[in-house]
C-alpha cells in the first residue's frame, strides 16, 4: 500500500525560528512530491519537486527531496506567525492521477 | 472562474438525510478531483474525473457516495442516508492536465452529520 508518513504531526516555535518539516514516502512507480500549505481549508500549492538533490526555494521556504532517502524536507527559516498552518505533503505517481497525502504537520508560530 | 469555488461552506445535516456538495472548477481545468479530509487525518482520494467522464471511481468509500459532472465543469459529489463517519471537509480541486501541475484547491464544504 502507498504511504507517505510526514513529521512531526505538530510543532510550537517562535517567531524567527527556523523549522524542517520532514516528508517520507513507501510508493510504487514515484513521480513527484509536492507539498502544500493549509491554512483554513483550502490547501495552497507550494513546492513540486521531481529531481533529486535539486533545492526549490521561495522566499523564506526552501524543500528539497533525496530520491535516495525516499524523502523530502521543508524549510521555513525566519518564520512568522503567517506561517501557522498544516503543511500537506503529497506524492504523485507515474500513471496516475491523484496524489497520495500525508496527515500533515500542524505548525504553530507563536510572537 | 478565478478559483474552484465549492458550495455549501457549511452544512449541518441530520443522520439519514441526503446532502449534495457542489463544486465549481478553474474555466477551463479539464481534470476535477474529490478528496475528504476527516479530522487528524490527510486528504483522502474519493474520485477524479476527466472531462465528464469518472475513470476511477475507486476511492468512494460506500455506494451511498455518488458523483457527476456536466459540461466538463460543475461537479455534484451526493451522499445518501448520511452517517455520522461521514462527517468531514469534502475538497474539491482542478487542474489543467494532470497533478504533476499541482491541483488548486477549493475552500471545501465542511459538513457536519448530527
Known amino acids: 500500500e502507498d504511504k507517505v508518513v510526514q513529521s512531526p504531526l505538530s510543532l510550537v516555535v517562535h517567531e524567527g525560528d527556523t523549522v524542517t518539516l520532514n516528508c517520507s514516502y513507501e510508493v510504487t512507480n514515484f513521480r513527484s512530491l509536492l507539498w502544500y500549505k493549509q491554512e483554513k481549508k483550502a490547501p495552497t500549492f507550494l513546492f513540486m519537486l521531481?529531481?533529486?538533490?535539486i533545492e526549490k526555494k521561495s522566499g523564506r521556504l526552501s524543500s528539497i527531496l533525496d530520491k535516495k532517502e525516499l524523502s523530502s524536507i521543508l524549510n521555513i527559516t525566519a518564520t512568522q506567525t503567517g506561517d501557522s498552518a498544516i503543511y500537506l505533503c503529497?506524492?504523485?505517481?507515474?500513471?496516475?492521477?491523484?496524489?497520495?497525502f500525508g496527515k500533515g504537520t500542524k505548525l504553530s508560530v507563536i510572537p | 472562474g478565478a478559483g474552484v469555488s465549492q458550495s455549501p461552506s457549511n452544512k449541518v445535516t441530520e443522520k439519514g438525510k441526503d446532502v449534495e456538495l457542489r463544486c465549481d472548477p478553474i474555466?477551463?481545468?479539464?481534470?476535477l478531483y474529490w478528496y475528504r479530509q476527516s479530522l487528524g487525518q490527510g486528504l483522502e482520494f474519493l474520485i477524479y474525473?476527466?472531462?465528464?467522464?469518472?475513470?476511477?471511481k475507486s476511492g468512494l468509500p460506500s455506494d451511498r457516495f455518488s458523483a457527476e459532472r456536466t459540461g466538463g465543469s460543475v461537479s455534484t459529489l451526493t451522499i445518501q442516508r448520511t452517517q455520522q463517519e461521514d462527517s468531514a471537509v469534502y475538497l474539491c480541486?482542478?487542474?489543467?492536465?494532470?497533478?504533476?501541475?499541482?491541483?488548486?484547491f477549493g475552500s471545501g464544504t465542511r459538513l457536519t452529520v448530527v
Open positions: 503529497a506524492a504523485y505517481l507515474e500513471w496516475s492521477y491523484q496524489l497520495t
Open positions: 474525473f476527466q472531462g465528464n467522464s469518472a475513470p476511477d
Open positions: 474555466s477551463g481545468h479539464t481534470a
Open positions: 480541486a482542478s487542474s489543467a492536465t494532470g497533478a504533476n501541475y499541482g491541483y488548486t
Open positions: 521531481t529531481s533529486s538533490g
